[in-house]
Structures are given as C-alpha cells and as structure tokens.
C-alpha cells in the first residue's frame, strides 16, 4: 500500500465550505481513480497549523498517475480554499505493522 501525504494551510474561516468541496467535488473524481483506497483529511484546530490530507493507494505508479494527470485538476478546486502552495510527499505504508487498519480499509 502507498500514501500521499498533502500539507497546505487552510482557510480556517473556509472550512466548512473546503469540506463540502471535498465531499462533493474532490472524492468523486479521487474514486475514479484506478488503486485509489481511501481518503483522511486532517483539519487543524489552530488557525497556524497546517492541514495534512492522507490518501491510500493500492501501488505507488497509481498515486504518481494521479499526480500527473489529475490533481493539477484538483489543485485549482482547492485553490480558493487554501494560504499556501500544496506541498505532497510519498510513502510506502509498512501494512504489517497495522493489520487491522489495512484489513478495514479493504473492507
């Protein structure tokens, strides 16, 4: 399994509005996505923190797909929503380590 990490600093007075995009506007298009799983949003509850957004997938190549060819789609959605530029990084999730979580996001 393989997880995109994104940061950026919200528009806390946007929030409700950000989650109601995402939802509706941003999970739609992530589940088309071939080996995409599942989505974590984290929203700070200091204006200063930034907002971390976890997605799961199958295989790296999946993820790296979906970097190139759609969330530059994405990234404009979010624009009004955010401070600051969308910074991303990539992980192998070690799923031996958390059995349970894997078998639920299968589920």
């Known amino acids: 399994m393989f997880a995109r990490i994104v940061e950026f600093m919200p528009k806390l007075e946007k929030k409700e509005e950000f989650l109601k995009v995402v939802r509706n506007e941003v999970l739609p298009i992530l ?43 994405v990234e404009e959605i979010l624009k009004p929503y955010v401070i600051t530029p969308v910074n991303f990084k ?18």
């Open 31 to 73: 589940k088309k996505q071939p080996g995409f799983l599942e989505i974590l949003p984290f929203v700070p509850e200091v204006k200063a923190e930034k907002m971390i957004t976890i997605t799961f997938w199958t295989e790296k190549w999946a993820a790296e797909k979906y970097e190139r060819e759609v969330f530059p789609k």
């Open 90 to 107: 990539h992980y192998t999730l070690e799923t031996t380590v958390c059995e349970r979580f894997v078998q639920a996001v299968a589920a």
